[in-house]
T-cell receptor, first 116, second 116 residues
Framework: GNSVTQMEGPVTLSEEAFLTINCTYT??????LFWYVQYPGEGLQLLLK?????DKGSNKGFEATYRKETTSFHLEKGSVQVSDSAVYFC???????????????FGQGTILTVHP | GAGVSQSPSNKVTEKGKDVELRCDPI?????LYWYRQSLGQGLEFLIY????????KSGLPSDRFSAERTGGSVSTLTIQRTQQEDSAVYLC??????????????FGPGTRLTVL
């Protein structure tokens, strides 16, 4: 079956530090990959996505590149802010034709805390 | 416009009682998903409705769990004879579903269920 593995947290950084949250996956075929974010007291929101190999998703200064050869989709940001403190989830969805098409498989989540 | 709404936001119940959780998807979204977020299991898929097709129930953890979607819109997740391990945040999401493509899933705020 499909699975997503994220680096374990929590991650604590100072403002303006570089962020990497590792994510690797196991899936049949070529899934779409996503990062979702859950800010304190809020619902899950899509942060960025990539639907095929070598695609780079980006949003709000965050980036992640779909690496088929290493089955990875690591999240990076060059300079984090206090407002980036949240829980980050890596996820995948099989593309059309897959038996699990549409539904998301999530990683465990990584808690990020950014201090001033 | 209105997002996905869920009710109640919090539910406390006694072990053995039945509960109903409601989800109102975004108007016009044909796909509706239920997920569960718990400390021990992370975020897990429960059930998926797409238009008039038979739902994908592959994620339901036991036959105590059921869901229906009336008129292709509102959905109700029912848990019968609740157990303490059912305590979790139940998330609903909806998306457009265009053939052959992925569409972003928009999540509701969730219902926090506590079984005493």
């Amino acid at each position: 079956g499909n699975s997503v593995t994220q680096m374990e947290g929590p991650v604590t950084l100072s403002e303006e530090a570089f962020l990497t949250i590792n994510c690797t996956y196991t899936a049949t075929g070529y899934p779409s990959l996503f990062w979702y974010v859950q800010y304190p007291g809020e619902g899950l929101q899509l942060l960025l996505k990539a639907t095929k190999a070598d695609d780079k998703g980006s949003n709000k200064g965050f980036e992640a590149t779909y690496r088929k050869e290493t089955t990875s989709f690591h999240l990076e940001k060059g300079s984090v802010q206090v407002s980036d403190s949240a829980v980050y989830f890596c996820a995948l969805s099989e593309n059309a034709g897959g038996t699990s098409y549409g539904k998301l498989t999530f990683g465990q989540g990584t808690i990020l805390t950014v201090h001033p | 416009g209105a997002g996905v709404s869920q009710s109640p936001s919090n539910k406390v119940t006694e072990k053995g009682k039945d509960v109903e959780l409601r989800c109102d998807p975004i108007s016009g979204h044909t796909a509706l998903y239920w997920y569960r977020q718990s400390l021990g299991q992370g975020l897990e898929f429960l059930i998926y409705f797409q238009g008039n097709s038979a739902p994908d129930k592959s994620g339901l953890p036991s036959d105590r769990f059921s869901a229906e979607r009336t008129g292709g819109s509102v959905s109700t997740l029912t848990i019968q004879r609740t157990q303490q391990e059912d305590s979790a945040v139940y998330l609903c999401a909806s998306s457009l579903r265009l053939r052959g493509s992925y569409n972003e899933q928009f999540f509701g705020p969730g219902t926090r269920l506590t079984v005493l």
